[in-house]
């Protein structure tokens, strides 16, 4: 696994976007295990925004899909749909990893 | 007295359930719609609009929104998965839609589901939950009535996951129900006949679907149709109907009026020729079509033009069109039989149309004789040389659909008509047409060429005329400087409508007709 040089430098900036239902939930606690990964060195900003309440926030990024993760830094803009079940996925969508497949299976 | 009573009371009851029928469907804004669907789409469902690529089902979904705005005041939202709203504005306008304008007064909304350029990676269970929080909240905001989504299938290609995403757009359209909206959902099909919609989408908007073709009919030529596959629970049309897409949207042409109406023969007109009037026991009725049928050379485009004047010098307003002539070849004819047709088209009493046949395509006719006779404020003479020259470019079923979608039009309308019709046959008659047209016509003259004597003759005869006697003898006429003159009955032969014309050995007054003859004889036997 390797580091990638952005994020060491700038704080990430995640958003969730969610609904309050059990795949939101999971996704929630899945994704705080994820960020407690050693690499991210605690280098990150997350916001957590429920779409029943706030509607108009999804038309911005063309939303349908919940709940989603989305990398706004660094560039480029990545969304990540669903329950975050797979640790090295998401880590690869936020371009913390390097594409390692085997790491993928 | 007390038996009118009830019957009073029973129609009552008959309107009421009438009328309770008719609020299970809504209009839907596109012209014709509502006659082929028996009151327009479902209400509070959700309607599939399925059709290839092409063949019109953002127009239908659009249409049907934003005439849902302009006629029934029922604010409507627009989620689209593929065009920007910004092009789907931009599309519209060139039907005279101002969408922006709607947007502005919050009339109608658009959910932007369009792909953009950022990546998605799926990761473990996911919804649309996110697209059904955004729906409701703009549902809420313009206080909508109709919902269009379009289309799903570009939904199915998004997320791989097909099974996902027919559960959540099955939970949607429960919500729609829920909220007792009116929505119409398009699908693409891959091929036109096939499958109702990639993804086995049916499967979970089944209770309607309509399908929408584009497909090539005849040497080069395209059609579009529209047919209701099913309505639930209620009663529709069966048939593929043509419909085009111009610019006023997109209008559809249903071939066969629920009913036949038209005034019904009142009184007659003159067909410009008195001998003629005569043999039709003075003219054609009001509001009837006459099939003029014969080989060419015959008199055929000079009958109309005698038709079509006497209508212009009565002050009527009177359409010709013309698939054979142009205008200045008609004007320079008409000319020699002293008519000067281009003073009346140049002032406007008489419209002159000349196309070649294969300019437009069948639906595109009928759109463009509507809309002349509704321009023109409707018309008492139409006219139509010949449409022979159409069947030359239309398949006979496709050119039968044709005429007689025209044909209810032209009655709807109040219209006197006359179609010329051109047979093969020089001498002989072995049919009238070879797309049975007799039978919605309600008169037939038919003109021909006789050999007697040595001699071309022609003759005219009246074989058919709906709710009228008429004479039934073969009557000789000439092309003279004055245009068409009726002459005398040919009586003493026989064989005259084959293409061996042969005296008979019987001599009589000539004057005297056949049925006074056939009298004669039963007379003389008995």
Redesign the interface.
């Known amino acids: 696994m390797q580091q990638r040089k952005g994020c060491q430098d700038e704080a990430c900036n995640k958003v969730v976007y969610y609904w309050p239902d059990c795949n939101s939930q999971r996704a929630i606690e899945n994704l705080k295990k994820i960020l407690d990964e050693p690499s991210l060195d605690g280098k990150y900003a997350l916001e957590i925004i429920d779409f029943l309440e706030h509607p108009h926030l999804a038309d911005e990024g063309k939303n349908i899909a919940t709940p989603v993760l989305i990398k706004k830094l660094p560039p480029p803009l990545n969304k990540i749909i669903g329950d975050l079940n797979n640790k090295e996925k998401v880590l690869l969508g936020l371009d913390v990893v390097e594409l390692n497949e085997e790491s993928i299976k | 007295m007390s038996e009118n009573v009830n019957e009073g009371c029973g129609e009552k009851k008959k309107e009421n359930v009438e009328e309770l029928k008719n609020l299970f469907k809504i209009p839907s804004g596109i012209t014709g719609f509502d006659d082929i669907s028996k009151g327009g789409v479902p209400n509070g469902r959700t309607t599939l609009v399925s059709g290839t690529s092409g063949s019109g089902k953002t127009v239908f979904a659009a249409q049907f929104l934003y005439k849902g705005i302009m006629e029934q005041r029922m604010n409507g939202i627009f989620v689209t998965f593929e065009e920007r709203p910004i092009d789907i504005m931009s599309n519209m306008k060139s039907f005279g839609w101002n969408i922006k304008q709607l947007v502005d007064e919050k009339k109608w909304a658009f959910?932007?589901?369009?792909p953009?350029e950022?990546?998605?990676?799926?990761?473990?269970?996911?919804?649309?939950?996110?697209?059904l929080?955004?729906m409701?909240?703009?549902i809420k905001s313009v206080n909508a009535k109709r919902v269009v989504i379009d289309s799903v299938s570009a939904l199915f290609s998004r997320?791989e996951d097909a099974a996902i995403i027919r559960r959540e757009l099955f939970r949607i359209g429960a919500k729609l129900k829920e909220w007792g909206i009116t929505a119409i959902m398009t699908a693409e099909r891959p091929v036109d006949d096939g499958p109702i919609a990639r993804f086995g989408i049916e499967e979970f908007v089944s209770d309607n679907v309509i399908l929408l073709h584009n497909r090539h009919v005849n040497r080069g030529y395209r059609e579009r149709t529209i047919e209701i596959l099913k309505f639930r629970g209620a009663s529709h049309f069966m048939n593929e109907t043509p419909l085009i897409i111009g610019n006023v949207g997109m209008e559809i042409f249903p071939q066969q009026k629920s009913d036949l109406s038209g005034k019904g023969f009142l009184t007659k007109i003159s067909t410009g020729i008195s001998g003629l009037d005569d043999m039709l026991h003075g003219g054609l009725y009001d509001n009837s079509t006459t099939l003029l049928t014969g080989t060419s050379g015959t008199g055929k485009t000079v009958c109309m033009l005698h038709y079509i004047i006497t209508g212009a010098k009565n002050g009527e307003k009177c359409i010709l069109i013309e698939f054979e002539e142009s205008a200045e070849q008609l004007y320079r004819n008409a000319k020699s039989f002293g008519w000067n047709l281009k003073e009346y088209v140049d002032e406007g009493d008489v419209k002159l149309v000349c196309r070649y046949p294969d300019e437009l395509t069948p639906q595109e006719y009928l759109k463009m004789i509507k809309d002349l006779i509704l321009e023109f404020g409707g018309a008492q003479r139409v006219g139509f040389d010949s449409l022979s020259a159409l069947e030359r470019i239309y398949e006979p079923n496709e050119f039968r659909k044709y005429v007689i979608g025209l044909n209810s039009f032209l009655k709807i309308q109040n219209c006197t008509s006359i179609i010329t019709n051109t047979t093969n046959e020089l001498l002989g008659m072995s049919q009238l047409t070879s797309t049975h047209l007799s039978t919605i016509s309600d008169n037939i003259i038919v003109l021909k060429y006789v050999e007697l004597c040595g001699q071309m003759k022609r003759l005219v005869s009246v074989l058919k005329e709906r709710g009228s006697d008429h004479k039934k003898e073969l009557i000789e006429f000439n092309i003279t400087k004055n245009g068409v003159e009726i002459l005398k009955p040919l009586i003493g032969f026989e064989g005259l409508m084959g293409s061996s014309a042969r005296k008979i050995g019987i001599h009589f007054d000539e004057k005297e007709s056949e049925r006074e003859f056939l009298q004669q004889i039963e007379h003389a036997e008995s």
């Open positions: 959910v932007d589901a369009s953009d950022s990546d998605e990676i799926k990761v473990g269970q996911y919804d649309l939950n996110g697209l929080a955004r409701e909240h703009v997320y």
